[in-house]
């Protein structure tokens, strides 16, 4: 072994400063740059539990980012650490691309039992961005080709990839990259939208396949659009035949208060993506939903079956989603208890 290697018995009994350096070095020298600005390199987090970090003196810390969103249910859920002990404890066969995981299945099938409508076709992924490619992919097929471009908001961030770049309206993000030509509507115009479909050809260069919301704007600032604007947005692609897709990769998984947030506005649409809170805090999953004929006719053929995978379609863990669902608000480790929350 290298004289440097660091086994992972060491890792917690270092200093953290060390932990710092090495991500200077080796991860991210311009973030460690921009944390050290704020003070943030100076706190060692040593434990997390529901909203709380505690650091290496015991000071307790209220966690307001939450991981922007991952973290709904707090750090560290008992119930999401012990499914995961369990399935480790079991030596489950998950990863294998011959067989097929019971844990998949039945999450795809848990999953839909969660979402509104007929929103039961569940592809499993690793992260956000995956989830939003997947449904910019499968949007695209479901037009066999013919439609390929999406409407999507200003200042909208749906990932960072190139197809879900070519969608986020962030301009900062967008600036440095080759991106696929798409359509910016400002955010909460449902008539700028229909312009646009009206106008829009059919088929071909510039033919619209759908249009792709968050149904809150999350890292523009936390945008609520006016009331009644996603359903507006449902009937005008119901009326133009182009597919909705929902990001609720920040808005669902009762971050609002229902499950999804669309269903504030008894919206459901014909995809939807899901990521950060669906791994329960203690793992990166990411799904792509969508209602059974769309998914069919995008990928109806068998000689498809290969041309959306992932070699790791999240395993498990098992957040309690179900139970948080018939209360619509989760209840969590003793961290929450002392955070406030809607009542
Ligand atoms: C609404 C929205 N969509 C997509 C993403 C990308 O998710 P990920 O970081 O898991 O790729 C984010 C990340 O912040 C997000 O807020």
Sequence with gaps: MHPDWIPLSEVGKRPYAEAVALF??????????????????????????????????????????SSYGALNLGHNHPRVRQAMIEVLTDRKVDLSKELLSRHVAVLAHNLSLLCPGDL???????????????????????????????????????????????????????????LLPNYAVPYGDAGAIETLLKTAPQEGEGAIAGVILEPIQGEAGVIVPPQGYLRRV????????????????????????????????????????????????????????????????????????????????????????????????PSGPPGWANASRPS
Excluded at 29 to 36: A, D, K, Q, Y
Aim: glycine share 10%; proline share 6%.
């Design 24 to 65: 200077r070095k080796h991860v991210n020298p311009g973030l460690v740059t921009l944390l050290e600005m704020g003070g943030y390199t100076a706190i060692d987090p040593q434990e997390a539990e529901g909203a709380v970090i505690i650091d290496a003196q015991g000071k307790r810390i209220l966690d307001f980012v």
């Design 120 to 178: 039961d076709q569940v592809y499993l992924c690793n992260s956000g961005t995956e989830a939003v490619e997947a449904a910019l992919k499968l949007a695209s097929r479901y037009f066999q080709g013919k439609r390929q471009r999406f409407i999507y908001a200003k200042e909208s961030l749906h990932g960072k990839t190139l197809g879900a770049l070519s969608v986020t309206g962030n301009e900062r993000l967008r600036r440095y990259f080759p």
């Design 234 to 329: 449902r009937e005008i692609t119901e009326r133009y035949g182009v597919l909705l897709i929902l990001d609720e990769i920040q808005t669902g998984l009762c971050r609002t208060g229902t499950f999804l947030a669309c269903e504030a506005e008894g919206v459901v649409p014909d995809i939807l993506a899901l990521a950060k809170s669906l791994g329960g805090g203690l793992a990166s999953i990411g799904a792509t939903i969508s209602r059974t004929p769309v998914y069919q006719k995008a990928y109806d053929n068998p000689h498809d079956c290969l041309v959306q995978t992932t070699t790791s379609p999240a395993p498990p863990p098992w957040p309690p989603w179900r139970s948080i669902r018939k209360r619509n608000w």
